[in-house]
Nanobody, 114 residues
């Protein structure tokens, strides 16, 4: 069964940076569109960024210019570089894979606070 495991979350001060990683296993990684979603307390889950197998990226307006999504097909990994973090970026971040099936990671907490 396909599996996604996130890492790299934690506590960071406003203005700081974090890099999230997602490692895929038990799946053929390269055809999947990979995405990062987040869910803040009391809010719906929302798309943060996605990257297709061809490398086309999409970003939520709220993170454009601050976050960068990338992928390494050789290592079955997708990354989210988050810079200039704001308190409103605080959320559980989920890795997502979508192609013929859809797979979700278990989520990882990012807290932006002083």
């Amino acid at each position: 069964q396909a599996q996604l495991v996130e890492s790299g979350g934690g506590l960071v001060q406003p203005g700081g940076s974090l890099r999230l990683s997602c490692t895929a296993s038990r799946m053929i990684f390269s055809p999947y569109t990979m995405g990062w979603y987040r869910q803040a307390p009391g809010k719906q889950r929302e798309l943060v960024a996605s990257i297709t197998s061809a490398g086309t990226t999409i970003y939520a307006d709220s993170v454009k210019g601050r976050f960068t999504i990338s992928r390494d097909n050789a290592e079955n990994m997708v990354f989210l570089q988050m810079n200039s973090l704001k308190p409103e970026d605080t959320a559980v971040y989920y890795c997502n894979a979508r192609w013929v099936t859809e797979v979700w990671g278990q989520g990882i907490l990012v807290t932006v606070s002083s």
